[in-house]
């Protein structure tokens, strides 16, 4: 069983930058795939970005390419999220998804943090 908790989300102009923080518990995420997804209002969830803990290799959506990263803190069992040049079109619910193959992970069939707001004004 894994504990996910969502962090850092709030409000920022565009153009701005934001970490977000998911921080896991119960499981140690190194033989995890983990993962960002989002929600804005009205849409369908989708993804954002993922990483292969082990091999730390990460894959992004084509939205989010060159602006987006995501890192890992092994020894706080933690995955980041850094947000930079920030759009209002990345307005939505960010939730961090941890799962033990790359297609439980893309199909939602992991664990989920509660996520956490994220609204770019422009």
């Known amino acids: 069983q894994v504990q996910l908790v969502d962090s850092g989300g709030g409000l920022v102009q565009a153009g701005g930058s934001l970490r977000l923080s998911c921080a896991a518990s119960?499981?140690?995420?190194?033989?995890?795939?983990v993962g960002w997804f989002r929600q804005a209002p009205g849409k369908e969830r989708e993804f954002v970005i993922r990483i292969n803990w082990s091999g730390g290799r990460a894959y992004y959506a084509d939205s989010v390419k060159g602006r987006f990263t995501i890192s890992r803190d092994d020894a706080k069992n933690t995955v980041y999220l850094q947000m930079n040049s920030l759009k209002p079109e990345d307005t939505a619910v960010y939730y961090c998804?941890?799962?033990?193959?790359?297609?439980?992970?893309?199909?939602?069939?992991?664990?989920w943090g509660q996520g956490t707001q994220v609204t770019v004004s422009s």
């Open positions: 119960g499981r140690v995420l190194s033989t995890y795939y």
């Open positions: 998804a941890a799962a033990q193959s790359v297609e439980s992970l893309l199909a939602g069939a992991g664990y």
